[in-house]
Each structure stands twice: as C-alpha cells, then as structure tokens.
C-alpha cells in the first residue's frame, strides 16, 4: 500500500512516500481502506520527533481516518453493529496516513448520515478528545461556563459547538479579529482577542467577576497561573498541550480557597476500553446532534496525500505547514481517493 513516512525529524519535507505491506487485523480489530486522514497536532509533534508511538502502534503518522471496513474480527464487528463494506470513522494509535488502516472495533463509529468521508476523518480526534476531557474530566452541566483557549483550533471548534449543544455558555481567545468572528458564528457566546485584551480581566468582566467553571487549556506555561485568576469557586483546568511550555507558576493559595481542581490527560496511550467507552457516548450523546446540523465539522482545508504521480507527499507536507503557521480555522483533511 501507498503510505507517507517520516524519513527522519525534523521540517514537513521530511514525510515522504513509502510503500508499506497491507497491515493485517488482528482479534478484536478491523482493517479500513482509507479515503481520508486528518491530520492532528499530535503527528507534527511526532514529526519532530516530540510523540512517540504507543508500544505495539505504527510509526506511521496519523490518528484519525474514515472509510470502508475491508476485513476484521466478524464477532467483534457484529457485537458493535457494523460489517464489512460499512462506512466508518476511527480514532486510531497511528497509521493513518496509509492507504489502510487497522483500527479496534471499539474505537470505529459509523459515518454519520448525510457525511463524506473527508468530513467523517475530521471527527475522532478532536472529538474523543473534547469529550474525554471537557466532558468527563472537566464535568462542564449545563449553565456553566467553558473557556477555550485557541477558538479556531481542531479542538476549539469542536469544543465550542459541543459545549453550546450541552447548554453551556462558552468564551473563547484567538487570535485576531477574523477568528474571533469565526468563534463566534460557531456559536461562541463571547470572544477575546488575546493580543489585544488581558483574558483574565475580560473573563471577569463577561463573568462579571464570578468567573469561569471550566478551562480547556493547550498551551500551559504562564496561562496556568492566569487561569487560576480567572476561575470560579470549584472551577477546573483541564491542561491537554503544552504548546507554553511545562513550567507553571501560580498561586497555590487561590487553588485552596476556591476549591479548585487543575488536571489534565493524554488520550494516545489510554486503553482500547478506554477510548471504547469514549465513543460508545459519542454515538448516543453526540452523532445525534451531528446529524441533525446542531454540530458541524469544520474542515479549513482538503489536501491530497500525494501528488497525482505519487512523487512527493504534497498535501501532507502542506498540512503540517499549514497547522504550524497558526492560519488554519477548523481542520486539515488529507485526501486519499486519488492516491
């Protein structure tokens, strides 16, 4: 099969082409042929050598994908309602930047109706994600208050409407002015431009000086010590990058006071079971909603994996430049129909 690679660490020329053998399902697993991967902040992390595979995962980059189920485990597709020739999307340990991809049962959801598969591929990261820590975690209820650093990101845009289709009220940073009107026709109730506006103080204004229940935070460093500032009694950080760095400073005093909770989680190296349950409450809770039009993906970009010869990695290569330079407002979708 046609797959990208990382050839070494380092820039986004370094993911080239690669033939790859068709990997093969094991017990409880399904192969997809794949017509679509989303590329994920994870695999840029990867590509710099920053994220290494799980024991046992492909050292192929990617960590979602859609398509149709090819082969697998018959009892455990059966348990899960699905079958070969079904329409899927996964989140998966690696590997996704292949022409197939073998993916646990358990983490396999079906397209949802009225979906491509580019669309479907920009779901399971970002969902399983937001769920796990925003939800579960997090335990954002309705008539709270979420704050989403980074509104535009895969991860802000699917926190944003889920959080908005729990009854949440949701503030959201960015950037500069364009994403902060994207934010807000996601449906984002207030957003702060953060180059331009302290979000501490304009958190305390919005809250009018209550402050937030939840923080959903990818950058970490210095933000801890302002989120602590700006939480209400009882609010909880959930940290899920480090983008600030992994030195925090804050004052453990306000933590004592306001009874608050600072947490955080990595989602790639967790159990099947784990992710299992994940998406077994993203089907009842939240495909619903997706098939409705309550929540939407946002795909910034469609690239192809490869060039029509097959030469180059192009799109791959494109996306993560892309995702790096900070432009995107949604996610990036490689395309593998022409591959």
């Known amino acids: 099969m046609k797959a990208i690679a990382i050839r070494e660490f380092g820039a986004p020329a370094v993911l080239v082409p690669a033939e790859r053998p068709q990997p093969v399902p094991g017990a409880g697993e399904a192969l997809i042929r794949v017509s679509a991967s989303g590329i994920n902040r994870p695999d840029v992390l990867q590509r710099k050598g920053h994220y290494a595979p799980p024991p046992g995962a492909s050292d192929l980059p990617g960590l979602e994908v859609a398509g149709v189920i090819a082969s697998g485990d018959a009892a455990a597709l059966a348990e899960a309602g699905l079958a070969v020739g ?9 590997g996704g930047y292949a022409e197939y991809c073998v993916a646990p049962v358990a983490q396999c959801l079906p397209v949802p109706k009225g979906f491509s598969d580019v669309e479907a591929a920009s779901l399971p990261e970002t969902f399983f994600t937001v769920w796990s820590n925003v939800f579960d975690r997090g335990r954002l ?3 709270e208050t979420l704050l989403v650093q980074g509104g535009t990101s895969g991860i802000g845009v699917t926190a944003i409407q889920l959080a908005k289709a729990a009854g949440a009220i949701v503030i959201a940073t960015c950037g500069n002015a364009d994403k902060c009107s994207a934010c807000l026709k996601l449906g984002a109730d207030h957003v702060i431009n953060y180059r331009d ?15 937030v229940d939840v923080v959903l935070d990818m950058v970490a460093g210095d ?3 302002r989120e ?6 009882d609010g909880r950080i959930v940290i899920i990058a480090v983008q600030g760095g992994i030195q925090s400073g804050f004052d453990a005093g306000l933590v004592l006071r306001k009874r608050l909770t600072i947490t955080g989680s990595t989602l790639r190296p967790r159990s099947v079971a784990f992710k299992g349950a994940i998406a077994r409450a993203l089907k009842a809770r939240v495909w619903p909603w997706l098939e409705t039009g309550r929540v939407r993906p946002v795909i910034h970009s469609v690239l192809p994996a490869l060039t029509a010869e097959g030469s180059l990695p192009s799109g791959a290569a494109r996306g993560h430049a892309l995702m790096e330079s900070g432009e995107h407002v ?8 022409k591959a």
């Open 197 to 211: 506006q302290d979000f501490v103080q304009e958190v305390q204004r919005i809250t009018g000086g209550k402050g």
């Open 223 to 225: 933000y801890v010590r």
């Open 86 to 94: 079904d329409r899927v999307c996964a989140l998966v340990a690696g």
């Open 141 to 143: 209820q309705p008539g």
């Open 330 to 337: 949604g996610k990036i979708v490689l395309d593998w129909s």
């Open 228 to 233: 602590v500032e700006c939480l209400a009694e």
